[in-house]
């Protein structure tokens, strides 16, 4: 009946008027769980590095490097992807990336070298760069103004599935091998399936909106100049090269760092990465809506710096500890990215893909170039060092101050 009522909107002028105004949950969850599949099937990646090393006899660098390629496929398109659907919006493109993302996932479980590694993952960071901008665009026009809540919601399937990845190849790929990387081409499947028919809301029912909202939304937020704007956008930029930084150190190395200090099992440090993601995913959840309610330059402040006590601490701790700490830090930090995005697409109302094409693109760029930063300085001294080190980089948030207050007070 609600699927009935979506069509019919889309047919009727003053119901669609009627409809801008609400947010649609149906839509915001379906297209939440394909961001958690998606991400499900990236978290692969990361989660196979132990058993990719062994196999391989690669290097620290090297596994930077297959972060780095699979990182910047993943970020270089995603502003222009956003900048050409802002313009000529492609409903079903989101169906035809994650094709790409399948045939990722089918080289990644028969690679035999690490340049078929490299190539799997490119292939994969491809179909990436599609989903991103086109999905939050999705999420930003089922809003219904609750643009905060919506980019959460959205958020908190990505990072579900990026917690479920590493669980998951726990269970099935590292006890069975490389080859069992096979079954996630499953899930690719099914989102395959899932955003085509996301793609047909898309079309039949919010692409002529989209199209009116692009042409009557200035480019520019009123009240600022175009040199205010970039300014923020740069400051925002550094708050993402911050949170993405460590967050390349946690999910790509938390692992190691475990084993190489507690002595753990690979299994054992996978299941505290998954705890790690776990306490991410559900952090997420609270950025949007808090900002919508309190002022999102508040939560971008909470979020990033709140987290910097917690990060110092926890190169230092016993194995518990370790544990808590990274909790309490997942659980703050992950606020910040909604928090960032909207506000930024509140700088620039008439470029919403692109907008979130330059972010999710930027964050995964930083991720990549961290994961080969950081993994090449691991070579160099040692995995301890670099969690000592990435541990100021929270500290990095206290430039949130120089952001400018574009929502007014909030109660």
Known sequence: ME????????ANPTGSAEAAQKTVFSILFTISFSHLLNDMMQAVIPAVYPLIKDSFHLSFTQIGLITLTFQLTASL???????????????????????????????LAFASSFGWVLVSVALIGMGSSVFHPESSRVAHL???????????VFQLGGNAGSALGPLLAALIVVPHGQVHVLWFSVAALLAMVILWKIGDWYKGHLFLRAKKAAAAVGDLR???????VFFAIGILLVLIFSKYFYMA?????????????????????????????????AGTLLGGPLGDRFGRKYIIWISILGAAPFTLALPYVPLVWTVVLSVIIGFIIASAFSAILVYAQELMPGKVGMIAGLFFGFAFGMGGLGSAVLGRLADLTSIGYV???????????????????????KR
């Open 3 to 10: 699927r009935m009522a979506e069509i019919s909107t889309a």
């Open 77 to 107: 398109l995603q502003p222009f992807v956003g900048f050409y659907t802002d313009r000529t919006p492609r409903p079903y493109s989101l169906s035809v990336g994650m094709g790409f993302t399948l045939i990722g996932l089918v080289a």
């Open 142 to 152: 089922a809003s219904g103004g609750r643009r905060g809540l919506a980019q959460s």
């Open 222 to 228: 009123p009240g600022f100049t175009r040199r205010q």
């Open 249 to 281: 150190s946690m999910t790509n190395y938390f692992t190691f760092f475990l084993i190489d200090k507690f002595k753990l099992p690979v299994q054992q440090s996978q299941v505290y990465l998954f705890i790690f993601l776990a306490a991410v995913a």
């Open 387 to 409: 969690f000592q080190l990435c541990a100021f980089l929270p500290l990095i948030g206290i430039v949130t101050g120089l952001l400018p207050n574009i929502e007014g007070k």
